[in-house]
């Protein structure tokens, strides 16, 4: 079982007047990210929904945990002919949108991972030239969330404020609010986070 303080983040978009008007993220938003638990070794939908479960029995919805994030290690491909983002299918035999229904039966919001380069951290499929079908799809899958990482993409602030605003606007055109927290890793996201996301980190 795991500790109820396990895992429990809070992401706080700090100057929110001037954060990214979406509609989403008025409030600093807390819930639970799988990596320092799962990593890639144990991310799946059984241990997803058993999480959904334990927030809920814990009563950590009612002090404002509400977000459960899958982190990195759910995409394995996309489509060769769509081009669409697939998850794994052993890892989410039923999809991920069967587990984003399941965690909002629970009362609760659902978030996913992605990066904004051509790779993840752990080197799964990522965003770059694939931010339209992928805000398309996360939005279809029923998805409250998206953190876009910063690993295998070019490390200076321009690149990043094109790549993250390719991001930002794919969301907005779905007309799904979608949390939309950038995980950089430079002071400099400070000045220009606002623009780009609802959150923003500014260090390691």
């Known amino acids: 079982m795991l500790p109820a303080w396990r ?9 929110l007047a001037a954060a990214l008007d979406n509609g989403a993220a008025r409030l600093p938003y807390m819930g639970y990210n799988t ?6 070794d144990n991310i799946n939908a059984t241990n997803a929904m058993a999480l959904a479960d334990r927030m809920v029995s814990l009563g950590l919805d009612k002090l404002g945990y509400k977000y459960l994030n899958l982190d990195d290690c759910w995409a394995v491909g996309r489509d060769n002919n769509t081009r ?14 069967a587990l984003a229904d399941y965690v909002h039966s629970k009362g609760l919001l659902f978030g996913i991972y992605t990066d904004r380069g051509t790779a993840t951290c752990a080197g799964r499929p990522g965003s770059s030239g694939f931010e339209d079908v992928d805000a ?3 939005a279809a899958w029923g998805v409250d969330l998206v953190k876009e990482d910063s690993c295998n993409a070019p490390d200076d602030l321009p690149t990043a404020q094109v790549q993250y605003g390719k991001m930002r ?11 939309f927290n950038l995980c950089g890793w430079h002071p400099w996201y400070a000045q220009i ?10 260090n390691g």
């Open 7 to 15: 895992g429990l983040l809070l992401a706080a978009g700090l100057g």
């Open 35 to 40: 990596w320092y638990d799962f990593e890639c």
């Open 84 to 97: 669409v983002i697939q998850e794994d299918s052993k890892a989410f035999p039923q999809g991920m949108k």
């Open 136 to 138: 398309q799809t996360y």
């Open 169 to 179: 606007d794919a969301l907005n055109r779905t007309g799904r609010p979608m949390v």
């Open 193 to 202: 986070g606002g623009a780009l996301a609802n959150s923003w980190r500014i």
